[in-house]
């Protein structure tokens, strides 16, 4: 395979899912699209709700600060659609293609991107690999 997945450690059959964390739909970004609709891309914004792990330091001074435990972690639109098709039914192939009918331009060079973000996603443990 002489693309840049396997730098990243992303296999193009291997197929990503979700792992169980707080988030939800914000707003919608307002371009109804039907490609969209037709691979499940609700086209909304994704926030993701990560839970702030805290050193006894770090607690007390939160404590003090009133500092949030939750941190929201808002997606943009080309990751928000990534969310929502990571579904633990397709492929890091198939998400690619789907992204590159619905996005197009905006999202060249898609594999990259996207094998990007997903390595992202499970930088931050809400995404895995099976």
């Given at each position: 395979m002489g693309d840049n997945?396997?730098?990243l450690h992303?296999?193009?059959d291997s197929i990503p899912i979700r792992v169980p964390c707080l988030w939800e739909y914000?707003?919608?970004?307002?371009?109804?699209n039907r490609t969209l609709d037709d691979h499940g891309i609700s086209d909304k914004q994704v926030v993701i709700f990560i839970k702030k792990e805290f050193n006894r330091l770090e607690l007390l001074?939160?404590?003090?600060t009133r500092?949030?435990?939750l941190l929201r972690r808002p997606l943009d639109k080309l990751n928000s659609?990534?969310?929502?098709?990571?579904?633990?039914n397709r492929t890091l192939l198939q998400i690619i293609q789907i992204?590159?009918?619905?996005?197009?331009?905006?999202?060249?060079?898609?594999?990259q991107r996207c094998s990007a973000s997903i390595s992202k996603l499970i930088e931050l443990n809400l995404v895995e690999l099976k």
């Amino acid at each position: 395979m002489g693309d840049n997945l396997m730098s990243l450690h992303i296999e193009i059959d291997s197929i990503p899912i979700r792992v169980p964390c707080l988030w939800e739909y914000g707003n919608s970004y307002d371009t109804p699209n039907r490609t969209l609709d037709d691979h499940g891309i609700s086209d909304k914004q994704v926030v993701i709700f990560i839970k702030k792990e805290f050193n006894r330091l770090e607690l007390l001074v939160a404590r003090i600060t009133r500092a949030p435990r939750l941190l929201r972690r808002p997606l943009d639109k080309l990751n928000s659609a990534l969310w929502d098709l990571i579904d633990g039914n397709r492929t890091l192939l198939q998400i690619i293609q789907i992204m590159e009918d619905c996005y197009e331009e905006e999202i060249i060079p898609a594999r990259q991107r996207c094998s990007a973000s997903i390595s992202k996603l499970i930088e931050l443990n809400l995404v895995e690999l099976k």
